[in-house]
């Protein structure tokens, strides 16, 4: 006797049927399958019991078993549903009664396929991270390329105490250095910012996701994506200071001698020690605390008040409806002008905020081992020079660049999400 079962308990989304052979079936027909099998799959547990299932079957097994009390064998076969011929899975179970006890396999096979759904939901959750990453740490690069000579200027003021105004340092960089003398340091600018970008907006989504687990909240609180902003940027800052100093050496009076990222690596090492590339952490983490802070947390404020006014709620009624037709600028929630805008808004919040203290963690990472001071007193002695002024040099070229800087990196990052099909 033939019947046909459904094979969903088994899991399987392309479907499957089954097969009840009573004993009357043939031989050659229980071969025909295991060798047709063995073909696709010979190292599975499914070919294992087949294999055996056939061997069972030969020499007037069925008519043995049959008069020791053997009632039946049960077989499923799950056939391709993605345009190959043959057979992709096979799950059984061989099903005895022989003499009052039961043999099932199912439960052997079972264990084998939710082992085999565990190791591909850690594969897709660590290709999903990675996707995750590579998305901040190329809106890192595109952004801090876009905005380098910005960068460079306002490092200028900062450690070398530069005292003309704005155009005149322009024309100075031209002269002395020509055009690529703005992009001096970039590329070690970016080994740093985007790691450090990648981490830190990879370490914000898990971390407000977490908590709002944690709270059972249905929308994230202000608290929570402050909170969140904040441990994602001393993440990021503990991760990444080191390549961070070693750019702050590089660009810095004398720099040039040192030779390179590799160069003034070894020379850190060798003249002040390994923790001399952690120089200004505590400045750092009180530096970006907060601005991770006030970043993250303005622009999704910002975010969220946009989404539940009138406007944002038709927006995403309208990408609802579109779904996959929309290309992926139209996929972004808040649309590319409103993503670029809330992102310069946040960045340049953040940086006002918390200038001093990257005043500060500069001029401590210029420091050398015999002459350092401590985080309250180099910022004493900045005022002593300069007055509470000198703790803001630089602010307008740096508002000038984080804004642009901000705004494209927020896009990118959200860009590339949509892309890279990040969940």
Request: glycine share 10%; hydrophobic share 40%.
């Amino acid at each position: 006797m033939l019947g046909f079962r459904n094979n969903d308990s088994f899991d399987n989304p392309g479907g499957g049927g089954g097969l009840f052979l009573e004993s009357s079936v043939p031989v050659s027909f229980v071969s025909f399958i295991s060798s047709r099998i063995d073909c696709y799959n010979p190292s599975s547990s499914s070919t294992r019991v087949l294999k055996k299932l056939a061997s069972s079957t030969s020499s007037n097994g069925f008519s043995e078993r049959k008069e020791r009390g053997f009632n039946g064998f049960f077989l499923s076969v799950s056939l391709s549903t993605s345009g190959n011929s043959g057979l992709v899975e096979v799950s059984n179970s061989l099903v005895q009664q022989e003499n009052g006890e039961k043999m099932n396999v199912v439960e052997e096979f079972s264990k084998e396929k939710k082992q085999n759904r565990i190791r591909l939901r850690q594969k897709g959750g660590a290709m999903n991270t990675t996707k995750h990453l590579w998305s901040g740490a190329i809106a890192a690069m595109v952004s801090r390329t876009f905005v380098a000579p910005l960068e460079r200027l306002k490092l200028e003021y900062i450690l070398r105490g530069e005292k003309k105004n704005l155009f005149e340092l322009i024309k100075k960089i031209a002269a002395s250095q020509g055009l690529k003398g703005f992009w001096k340091g970039n590329f070690v600018n970016i080994l740093r910012t985007a790691p450090f970008k990648a981490i830190n907006f990879y370490a914000y989504d898990t971390y407000r996701k977490n908590l709002l687990k944690m709270s059972g909240n249905e929308n994230t609180t202000n608290v929570e994506r402050f909170l969140a902003g904040a441990s994602a940027g001393i993440t990021a800052t503990i991760l990444c200071l080191p390549l961070d100093t070693i750019r702050t050496k590089l660009v810095a009076p004398g720099g040039e001698s040192l030779g390179g990222v590799v160069g003034a690596f070894r020379h850190m090492l060798q003249t002040e020690g390994f923790f001399s590339l952690y120089k200004g952490l505590i400045p750092s983490i009180l530096s970006m605390a907060p601005a991770g802070a006030v970043f993250y947390g303005v622009y999704d404020i910002l975010k969220s008040a946009y989404l539940h006014s009138a406007e944002g709620r038709e927006r995403t009624k309208y990408m609802n409806q579109q779904g996959q037709e929309l290309n992926a600028f139209d996929q972004l929630e808040l649309g590319p002008f409103r993503t670029l805008v809330y992102g310069a808004i946040s960045g340049a919040c953040a940086e006002a905020a918390t200038y001093p203290f990257e005043v500060v963690r500069r001029q401590l990472q210029m420091q050398v081992k015999a002459t350092r001071m401590s985080p309250l007193a180099t910022c004493v002695k900045i005022v002593e020079r300069g007055g509470v002024s000198a703790l803001y040099a630089g602010l307008i070229p740096s508002l000038l660049q984080v804004l642009p800087s901000a705004g494209i990196s927020y896009f990118i990052y959200e860009f590339m999400k949509i892309v890279f099909k990040v969940e």
